[in-house]
């Protein structure tokens, strides 16, 4: 399996661009893309309550609730078609235990996600987070909290797996930006331990 390594300051990010196969890839995707489980829910913005640029689910175990920007998750049961990536994201290369996803359906390149750190205090210290993408290809950012020049852009295709572990979430922020370029939804898994 092909391994790209980013060298970064207080940080740990691992791409896996072809994790996936393409069936595999394109089964999740059409599955995903055609269950009646999306929602768009508000969040607290700087005092304000705005509706997500983006649909949500969580996936998971019961009783795993997710709490960010004041919007309380709670999980629907794992499906079948998601049960055989979790297990292979728990496998090889991480060897660890996921009880969540949180899935993202960005419609089109104006669906974005601001700059945050995935530290909510349910997440325990150094989590890890393994990040699936499928759909149309989107640039991911990543920013240092303190070193004003250490940034990273990442191109995740269809089918890849990026991991986020140690401390990146400690010192670094991430987000997905809009793009006039992009006209075709992508979905991101994101397999995460709720403590």
Same mark, same amino acid.
């Given at each position: 399996?092909?391994?790209?390594?980013?060298?970064?300051?207080?940080?740990?990010?691992?791409?896996?661009?072809?994790?996936?196969?393409?069936?595999?890839?394109?089964?999740?995707?059409?599955?995903?893309?055609?269950?009646?489980?999306?929602?768009?829910?508000?969040?607290?913005?700087?005092?304000?309550? #705005?509706?997500?640029?983006?649909?949500?689910?969580?996936?998971?175990?019961?009783?795993?609730?997710?709490?960010?920007?004041?919007?309380?998750?709670?999980?629907?049961?794992?499906?079948?078609?998601?049960?055989?990536?979790?297990?292979?994201?728990?496998?090889?290369?991480?060897?660890?235990?996921?009880?969540?996803?949180?899935?993202?359906?960005?419609? $089109?390149?104006?669906?974005?996600?601001?700059?945050?750190?995935? $530290?909510?205090?349910?997440?325990?210290?150094?989590? #890890?987070?393994?990040? #699936?993408?499928?759909?149309?290809?989107?640039?991911?950012?990543?920013?240092?909290? *303190?070193?004003?020049?250490?940034?990273?852009?990442?191109?995740?295709?269809?089918?890849?797996?990026?991991?986020? *572990?140690?401390?990146?979430?400690?010192?670094?922020?991430?987000?997905?930006?809009?793009?006039?370029?992009? $006209?075709?939804?992508?979905?991101?898994?994101?397999?995460?331990?709720?403590?």
């Amino acid at each position: 399996m092909k391994k790209v390594d980013f060298e970064i300051p207080d940080g740990n990010l691992e791409y896996y661009p072809d994790f996936l196969s393409l069936s595999q890839a394109d089964k999740a995707f059409n599955f995903l893309m055609n269950a009646e489980v999306w929602r768009q829910d508000k969040i607290k913005m700087f005092g304000k309550e #705005i509706l997500q640029p983006r649909l949500t689910v969580l996936f998971g175990e019961v009783g795993k609730s997710y709490k960010y920007s004041g919007l309380e998750m709670h999980p629907i049961p794992f499906p079948e078609e998601l049960k055989e990536i979790k297990e292979k994201c728990q496998s090889s290369p991480l060897n660890t235990e996921f009880n969540v996803c949180l899935a993202n359906l960005y419609r $089109d390149g104006s669906d974005s996600m601001g700059w945050h750190a995935d $530290d909510e205090k349910e997440l325990g210290i150094n989590p #890890i987070i393994a990040s #699936i993408s499928l759909g149309a290809e989107r640039v991911f950012h990543l920013k240092h909290k *303190k070193i004003q020049t250490a940034r990273q852009k990442i191109r995740l295709q269809h089918g890849s797996l990026l991991i986020m *572990k140690g401390t990146t979430q400690e010192f670094w922020k991430h987000q997905l930006p809009k793009s006039k370029k992009v $006209d075709s939804p992508r979905v991101n898994l994101t397999f995460r331990n709720i403590y």
